[in-house]
Every structure is written in structure tokens, then in C-alpha cells.
């Protein structure tokens, strides 16, 4: 993108943002980010447990608390008791998600998958005493243990079958291939931070556990009674299905009611155009999907028990969410054995896919609301200062997510680390919210993931899709986006584009493949009808 024109005055103030921002994070080489932000972190000194549950491809609206119909009752209760948020974002794929939340940076800010401009949360905090230890999926170099984790049980892939496990399995740094006949990986993840959280029991130290579930990621595999739990529920169709769950989004208050559902996309097929044998198939592939689901949901209550039997839980903040949105691959195989056979490999396809991101558009990869949205829940008895069950509307992202638990362990963010310079940090920290305060959030939130990019700067996220013309709405009034107001509003377009190249080009350093111009610079994209995903990596 060229520009010939004086810098406007939305960029001046984003450049003067971003100078002030790298000199507040400068201040942090040496100061804890407790004291720098004016935050009493612990009350009584006594640094709280920290464990994080990552779901992986899991929608927006998949589990009970945020409008699904699937039976999660034990993260229910964690939310019953705590805080959701209604506007976290993730990064809308795996690999940049847990960059993010690794570093706090976005992901080529930090080196992408290497993160050699970045240091982990496990390195920060094994300095200040934590335990630290990772179950289940890294899907970042090297290994866990060479990235500050103690411990580490799980797999270096990005996905892994759920009955067989695969050749990447590692133990604390070895390989692992001890694969039963009653082994699950959802299972075995628990099996392994119970074993860890024990280990730091015993140590008398706090510690960081951070449970990265393969689940409900394809392949779509899972336990026959929890999937025959779910048969038969989904014959009334995706369209059904996502009015139903609006209507329980809207009720209990996570959406506005002003906010339109979308229309399904043209290149889904209504449901009762398809045969009765379809939508068998259908009801069944959206059954597994949710058993595992279902089965994560049983985990995470074998963990908040075996907290509470060993009082552990009042002093730990349990947070729980997903890398991102829902996936919308079609094409699989395996289809002609069960979910609870080896050797099946579902995946869940579009239209269910487009349920499960309800109320929004899109899928993972895409910068849409519908890939970068995530739930997120906090329960912490002994340091949450909100109502029990109350739904924050501050828009927060999965880079502060590393900057909040600093806060609360009173942890120094590093200048160098192992010999690298590393970068200050991006996100900023959520313990205002969690202390039932209203936080100084971000200027500007940014997304890119390949060719799909977008930006927020308070009401306006500036959006854009495969390198197709970028689409302007207001999240305030329109977080579905459903009305482009690209035409009625093109200053703030050109200003939220020329700050998205800042970002991009100064903050992020974006890789020249995914920083090119766009088809076009600002004009609506036309027909919702172009909405077609394509086959999606894993």
C-alpha cells in the first residue's frame, strides 16, 4: 500500500500509542508488573495457583453457559461461580493462539512458532517459585520442556487421534508410546495434571498448569455412551439449532438482543433439503462432536474435585477457553467406522460449524467474529471481586492473558532471556476486570491470520477476508456483521486500514507473503453468498 498524503491524524496518534506503550513495557524489564500497575495482586502475599484449560476448534456458543445445549455442567459451575466475558478473542487459528498465550505478543511480534522474540508464561514464572507443567497439545517448537514446563505429558502435533495417540507423545522430554486399550487423550491429559498438580503439592509450591486439550479438534472421536448421549438431538438441523441457542445467548444477557442472527449462507444447504439419510449422518457427526465436548466437560470436573479434596481450589484461578473458532472442513475419511473406532476421522463440516460460532459469521482462520471469538470463564474464590455469575463486556484478548498472571504472581518481565532480546510485552492485564473494575483496555486490537486480517479500535473493527476488500462495522450495534457501513463511514475505514498496516508493519512485522495489498482497497464486498471456506489445515 502506498500512500502519498501527509499521515492522518488517527495514525499520528497510533504511532505516539504505540512509542508510549514500548516504553511502558521498557519500564517492566525491572519492575513487577504488580507494582508497575498498581495492582495488589494476592491478598495476604500468598500467590494463587494458576490453571488454564484450552479447548481446541470448540465454537463460541458450544458449551452451556454461553447458549450450547451441550451437558457441561462442571464448566457451568466454574462459570455460576465466576465470570465470563462476552467479547475475548483468540487469533482464530492454533499455532498463533498459543503463541499469544504463551508470550503475550502477537505471533510474528513474538517469532511465530519459535518464539525467539517471545519468553513463555512457564519461564516467568518458574522464576518466582511456580511449578510448572503442560498436558496435552504444544504445536510450537522444540518441546515444552525446553520452554521453562517442569513437567510435560501430551503431544508436540497439532492433532493427534484420541484412541492411538501418535509418535510425537512426549513424557517430561522422552517418548512416550504407552498407549492402553483404555487410553483417551482427554483422559490421559487429566490422568497427567493430577499426577503434576500432586508433584507441587508435595514441593509446597504454587504452580502454573496449563491443560491443552486436543478436544473437540477433529478427528471427531469419542466414547460411544457419550456420544448416543447426544443422537438423535440434532434432526431438527443447524438452522434450529442456532436459533435456539441465540434465543438463550440473548436471555441470559451475553448478547444484545439488537444484534441480528445471520442468515445461513447460501452454500449450506437448508436442512430439510437434505435426504433422511443425510441427515443421519448429519445428527451423527454433530453427536460426536459434542461428546467430546461432553467428555473435556467430565475433565475438567475430575480436576476442580481433586482441587477441592486437596484445598486447593479456593486460591487457584481456573481459567477456561478456546484457541478458536469452530472449523468448517468438509472433506474427511473414515466415515464408514464409528467415532469410538480408531480409525475414524470425522470432521465437523460447515453447517454445524456455522452453529457452533453462533451468533456469529465465519470460521476459524477468518478474522470475523466467528473465529475470533471465544469464551473465556474465571473462577478464583479467594481473588474475584465480581458477583458470582456475572458477564463482563470488556473486550480483552488472549495476549493479556500472560500479563495478568505476572500481576498476580508478582513476576518481573524479562529484558533477555537465554541470550535473547525479547520483546516487551503487548497485552495487558485483566486483573482490573477480575477485581470487578473497569480496566484501560486497548487503543486497538489486531488479527491477521494469512491472508485474513482485521482490526478494532473501539466500536469499529475493519475486516477483511482472503485478501478480498476490507468491510466496516460497528461492534457496538452490529457485533454479527451483518451491515457494512464501508460506503457511510470511509474515513474511518482508510484510518482503521492505515492502522492496521502500522500495526502490521511495526508492531507485528508481518512476513511480506501476508502483507501484500488487498484485491481492493474499500468498497463492500458484495454478496454474503461468497462466504464459501475452503479446506483448512491443520
Not at 481473588?383 to 513476576?411: C, F, N, R, V, W
Not at 460506503?487 to 482503521?496: C, I, K, N, S
Amino acid at each position: 500500500m502506498t500512500e502519498t498524503t501527509k499521515p492522518r491524524t488517527s495514525e499520528i496518534a497510533s504511532r505516539r500509542h504505540f512509542l508510549k506503550m514500548s516504553a511502558l513495557a521498557a519500564a517492566t524489564l525491572t519492575t513487577p508488573l504488580s507494582v508497575l500497575r498498581g495492582a495488589d495482586a494476592v491478598d495476604g502475599g500468598v500467590k494463587p495457583n494458576i490453571l488454564i484449560i484450552l479447548a481446541d476448534d470448540m465454537g463460541y456458543s458450544d458449551l452451556g453457559c454461553y447458549g450450547g445445549e451441550v451437558e457441561t455442567p462442571n464448566i457451568d459451575g466454574l462459570a455460576s461461580n465466576g465470570v465470563r466475558f462476552s467479547q475475548f478473542y483468540n487469533t482464530a487459528k492454533c499455532t498463533p493462539s498459543r503463541v499469544s498465550l504463551m508470550t503475550g505478543l502477537y505471533e510474528h511480534q513474538a517469532g511465530s512458532a519459535s518464539m525467539k522474540r517471545g519468553v513463555t508464561i512457564a519461564q516467568v514464572l518458574r522464576q518466582t517459585g511456580y511449578f510448572t507443567a503442560i498436558t496435552g497439545k504444544w504445536h510450537l517448537s522444540d518441546e515444552p520442556t525446553d520452554w521453562g514446563f517442569d513437567r510435560y505429558f501430551g503431544h508436540l502435533s497439532g492433532s493427534t487421534n484420541y484412541w492411538t495417540g501418535d509418535k510425537t507423545y512426549r513424557l517430561n522430554g522422552k517418548p512416550f508410546t504407552d498407549f492402553g486399550e483404555d487410553f483417551y487423550s482427554t483422559d490421559a491429559n487429566t490422568d497427567y495434571a493430577i499426577r503434576f498438580i500432586d508433584e507441587a503439592i508435595e514441593q509446597k509450591k504454587p504452580f502454573f498448569m496449563y491443560v491443552a486439550h486436543n478436544a473437540p479438534h477433529s478427528p471427531l472421536q469419542a466414547y460411544e455412551k457419550d456420544v448416543q448421549k447426544y443422537r438423535g438431538q440434532y434432526r431438527t438441523g443447524w438452522d434450529e439449532l442456532r436459533r435456539q441457542r441465540y434465543k438463550r445467548q440473548v436471555e441470559m444477557g451475553l448478547i444484545k438482543s439488537s444484534w441480528e442472527l445471520s442468515e445461513r449462507p447460501a452454500y449450506i444447504p437448508a436442512w430439510d433439503s437434505l435426504s433422511e439419510e443425510q441427515k443421519d449422518w448429519e445428527d451423527f457427526r454433530r453427536a460426536a462432536f459434542s461428546a467430546a465436548i461432553d467428555r473435556l466437560d467430565q475433565n475438567v470436573g475430575r480436576l476442580v474435585s481433586h482441587l477441592k479434596e486437596k484445598d486447593a481450589v479456593e486460591n487457584t484461578l481456573i481459567l477456561v477457553l478456546s484457541d478458536n473458532g469452530a472449523d468448517s472442513r468438509e472433506l474427511g475419511r473414515g466415515h464408514e467406522y464409528p467415532p469410538w473406532d480408531s480409525r475414524s476421522h470425522w470432521l465437523l463440516g460447515t453447517g454445524w460449524a456455522n452453529a457452533a460460532n453462533t451468533p456469529f459469521r465465519w470460521y476459524k482462520m477468518n478474522q470475523h467474529e466467528g473465529g475470533i471469538s471465544t469464551p473465556l470463564i474465571a473462577h478464583w474464590p479467594k481473588g474475584l471481586k465480581t458477583s458470582p455469575g456475572e458477564i463482563t463486556h470488556q473486550p480483552g484478548h488472549i495476549i493479556d492473558i500472560s500479563a495478568t498472571l505476572y500481576d498476580l504472581a508478582s513476576a518481573s518481565y524479562p529484558a533477555t532471556c537465554d541470550g535473547r532480546e525479547i520483546t516487551p510485552l503487548q497485552g495487558n492485564s485483566l486483573l482490573p476486570i477480575l477485581q470487578g473494575k473497569t480496566r484501560e483496555g486497548h487503543d486497538w486490537m489486531y488479527f491477521q491470520y494469512m491472508n485474513n486480517r482485521a482490526i478494532r479500535k473501539g466500536k469499529w473493527k475493519l475486516v477483511s477476508v482472503r485478501s478480498g476488500p476490507w468491510e466496516l462495522y460497528d461492534i457496538e450495534n452490529d457485533r454479527t456483521e451483518l451491515h457494512d457501513l464501508v460506503d457511510e463511514y470511509p474515513e474511518v475505514a482508510v484510518d482503521l486500514r492505515d492502522l492496521w498496516q502500522h500495526v502490521a508493519d511495526n508492531v507485528d512485522h508481518l512476513p511480506e507473503k501476508w502483507n501484500g495489498p488487498l484485491e481492493d482497497s474499500i468498497r463492500p464486498w458484495g454478496s454474503r453468498g461468497g462466504e464459501k471456506p475452503l479446506p483448512n489445515p491443520r
